[in-house]
C-alpha cells in the first residue's frame, strides 16, 4: 500500500527505536493511522519540526500491517497556536480520537468538525468549552451512537422546554414526573430546554453548557473505559496551580 498527499494531523507521537518516532495521525479517508517516523528523532532531521500537533500535514506512507512507515510530511497551511487552558483542549481531542477511533476507519465529517473546533479554540473568546461540547456530540454521532434530543425516550413525545429529563444512556432522554419526590435515577438529570439548546448546537446558556458537560461525560465514560484521560489530569493540575475553583473545560 502507497499513499501520497494526504491530509493529516499528528494526535500522539512517542520514541520508537534509538531514532524514530511512532506516529498516530488523523487524516480524512483513512482515519486513525499508526506510523513509524523513521530517524525523526535525529537532530538533523527535518521531520523534528513538522511532525508537531495541530500543525495540518500533507503526508504519505507505505507498507502493510497495522503500522506503515512514513515516506513524507509537509505542512499544509500554519499551525494552529494553541495556548494556555485551548492548548490543553486540544490535548483533550487528540486524545479522544486515540482512545475511540478505530485505526483505518474513515471519519471525513468527523476531521472536518476537528478542524472547525481548533479554529474555535484559537479564536478564544471563552466559547471553548461549548466547542468541546458540540465536538464530543459530533464524536458520538460519528461513532453511532448519537444523542436523542429532540423526543421522549419512552412515549417519542417532543421534549418540552420546561420540564426535567433523565437521560439514560443507550435510551435516551425519559421526562421526571414528580422531581419534587427526588428520587434515584440511573442516568444524568437534564433541563428539556438543555436539550433542545444543545441539538440546535446552542450552548450559550450556563445552565445548558453545565448540564451537557455532565452529560457527554456520562455517555463518553463506557467507551473510554476505567484508565482516566491523562489530558483532563493535565488540565486539572492547571486549574489547581492557578488556584481556582473551576473543574476544567474536559
Same mark, same amino acid.
Given at each position: 500500500m502507497r499513499v501520497q498527499q494526504q491530509q493529516a494531523f499528528v494526535l500522539h507521537t512517542r520514541s520508537y527505536s534509538e531514532t524514530s518516532l511512532l506516529l498516530e495521525v488523523f487524516t480524512p479517508q483513512y482515519g486513525r493511522?499508526?506510523?513509524?517516523?523513521?530517524?525523526?528523532?535525529?537532530?538533523?532531521?527535518?521531520?523534528?519540526?513538522?511532525?508537531?500537533?495541530?500543525?495540518? $500535514? @500533507?503526508?504519505?506512507?507505505?507498507?502493510?500491517?497495522?503500522?506503515?512507515?512514513?515516506?513524507?510530511?509537509?505542512? #499544509?497551511?500554519?499551525?494552529?497556536?494553541?495556548?494556555?487552558?485551548? $492548548?490543553?483542549?486540544?490535548?483533550?481531542?487528540?486524545?479522544?480520537?486515540?482512545?475511540?477511533? +478505530?485505526?483505518? #476507519?474513515?471519519?471525513?465529517?468527523?476531521?472536518?468538525?476537528?478542524?472547525?473546533t481548533l479554529e474555535l479554540l484559537v479564536q478564544g473568546g471563552g466559547r471553548f468549552e461549548a466547542a468541546l461540547r458540540l465536538f464530543e456530540k459530533r464524536l458520538l454521532r460519528e461513532?453511532?451512537?448519537? @444523542?436523542?434530543?429532540? +423526543? #421522549?425516550?419512552? #412515549?417519542?413525545?417532543?421534549?418540552?422546554?420546561?420540564?426535567?429529563?433523565?437521560?439514560?444512556?443507550?435510551?435516551?432522554?425519559?421526562?421526571?414526573?414528580?422531581?419534587?419526590? +427526588?428520587?434515584?435515577?440511573?442516568?444524568?438529570?437534564v433541563l428539556g430546554g438543555s436539550l433542545l439548546a444543545l441539538a440546535s448546537d446552542d450552548l450559550s446558556d450556563p445552565r445548558t453548557l453545565r448540564e451537557a458537560k455532565l452529560l457527554m461525560r456520562t455517555l463518553l465514560a463506557p467507551h473510554l473505559g476505567e484508565r482516566p484521560l491523562h489530558s483532563r489530569h493535565l488540565f486539572r493540575q492547571l486549574v489547581q496551580g492557578r488556584g481556582t475553583e473551576q473543574g476544567g473545560a474536559a
Open positions: 493511522v499508526g506510523l513509524i517516523a523513521k530517524g525523526a528523532r535525529r537532530p538533523q532531521s527535518r521531520l523534528r519540526a513538522v511532525l508537531a500537533p495541530f500543525q495540518p $500535514l @500533507l503526508i504519505g506512507w507505505s507498507g502493510r500491517g497495522e503500522l506503515m512507515i512514513l515516506t513524507g510530511a509537509e505542512p #499544509d497551511g500554519v499551525e494552529y497556536g494553541l495556548q494556555g487552558e485551548v $492548548l490543553y483542549c486540544g490535548f483533550y481531542l487528540n486524545e479522544l480520537l486515540t482512545r475511540l477511533l +478505530h485505526r483505518y #476507519d474513515p471519519h471525513e465529517q468527523l476531521y472536518n468538525a476537528y478542524r472547525e461513532l453511532g451512537y448519537g @444523542l436523542m434530543l429532540e +423526543h #421522549d425516550a419512552a #412515549d417519542r413525545s417532543p421534549i418540552a422546554a420546561e420540564a426535567l429529563y433523565e437521560y439514560v444512556p443507550e435510551r435516551g432522554p425519559i421526562r421526571i414526573r414528580h422531581p419534587e419526590l +427526588h428520587t434515584r435515577t440511573e442516568g444524568v438529570r
